[in-house]
């Protein structure tokens, strides 16, 4: 299945969880909602949605869902992710996401961090207002998780001896714990045995932690102008990633320290310092002449394969189907 036709299966969900965006991020201070609605415009892959939604359903076992529960859902766990990216934006001084101005750049860092914790605060108060016990207890857990996540990549920043433990560490909590967690939450919502909602647990770690790994081969391999993004932005902000990590194992000691070098002084003014600058070409060619980017692939690859296998706990539907192929869409990205 392509992308389109997964989300073609749950078209309306969607559209619904688009409304229950708009309407709770709502607000009376004007700050607040000119912010707001800029991320709203600028829209994004919506992904994480996608996935509550595809295990609502497919933890249903075929019974229609009631209410609008998996919508608002959706609907938090968006907010959570952008919440992070609000705050993420102002850490790595980011000017643009998805092609347009970060929030930050336009409004400032104190509207950005302020607005982020806006946007968090509402997730919560929507969780509140669903009653389940489960459902605060995975999305508290998860949140704390995910911020210990971005302390420790700000801790591995230009350090060269990150190691790949390290780094799956950081990935993990940043990125797959969200996707965990809303897996594991539509299938509490729909009312999914334990073993099931174990299973969707899995998938959406497997899953998350496969995305990852290619945003981080992207990094090095995207087109800027259909990603939004820069070349090396990762580098640029000392972030070593698993591209870069595996290089320093296999390059020869020139190239080794090269990456090093650029690595350590991520985002150092070179003009009056006797400090080398990034050759980013150079530093990609060493990436390749390392199998770095085929082996970024393979742990992808084989994460995706590991999100797969979980869903075979999953009773049969065409939702469980639609949640497989994703994984492989996931992997085979271009941005």
């Not at 150079?282 to 394969?305: F, H, Q, V």
Request: aromatic share 4%; glycine share 8%; hydrophobic share 40%.
């Amino acid at each position: 299945m392509t992308l389109e036709e997964i989300r073609g299966l749950v078209a309306s969900d969607l559209t619904a969880v688009d409304g229950v965006i708009r309407t709770r991020l709502a607000s009376g201070v004007p700050l607040v909602s000119q912010v707001a609605q800029h991320i709203v415009a600028g829209g994004g892959k919506r992904l994480r949605p996608l996935i509550v939604l595809l295990s609502a359903h497919a933890a249903a076992s075929g019974r229609p869902l009631q209410g609008t529960r998996h919508h608002e859902a959706a609907g938090f766990i968006e907010f959570i992710h952008t919440a992070t990216l609000l705050h993420d934006d102002v850490v790595d001084h980011s000017d643009m996401r998805r092609g347009r101005k970060t929030a930050n750049s336009l409004f400032g860092n104190e509207a950005s961090v302020l607005v982020g914790d806006f946007v968090y605060s509402r997730a919560f108060q929507m969780m509140a207002a669903m009653g389940d016990s489960r459902v605060m207890s995975i999305m508290a857990d998860a949140t704390n998780v995910i911020a210990e996540g971005e302390v420790l990549q700000l801790m591995n920043a230009q350090d060269p001896d990150t190691t790949e433990e390290r780094y799956l560490e950081v990935i993990y909590r940043k990125t797959a714990q969200l996707f965990e967690a809303g897996a594991e939450v539509a299938a509490v919502l729909s009312g999914g045995s334990e073993e099931v909602q174990h299973a969707l647990a899995a998938y959406g770690r497997h899953l998350g932690t496969a995305y990852q790994l290619i945003d981080d081969v992207l990094d090095y391999r995207s087109d800027p102008s259909t990603r939004g993004k820069n070349l090396g932005e990762d580098l640029a902000e000392g972030k070593p990633t698993l591209p870069l990590i595996h290089a320093l194992r296999k390059a020869s000691d020139g190239d080794r320290e090269l990456i090093r070098a650029a690595i350590l002084y991520a985002g150092a003014d070179t003009e009056d310092a006797d400090q080398p600058g990034t050759d980013l070409a150079r530093i990609i060619s060493c990436i390749d002449a390392s199998g770095g980017i085929a082996y970024t692939r393979e742990r992808a690859e084989s994460e995706s394969r590991a999100a797969a296998e979980a869903l075979a706990a999953v009773p049969p539907s065409p939702y469980r189907d639609a949640l497989a192929s994703l994984a492989e869409v996931a992997v085979g990205r271009d941005r």
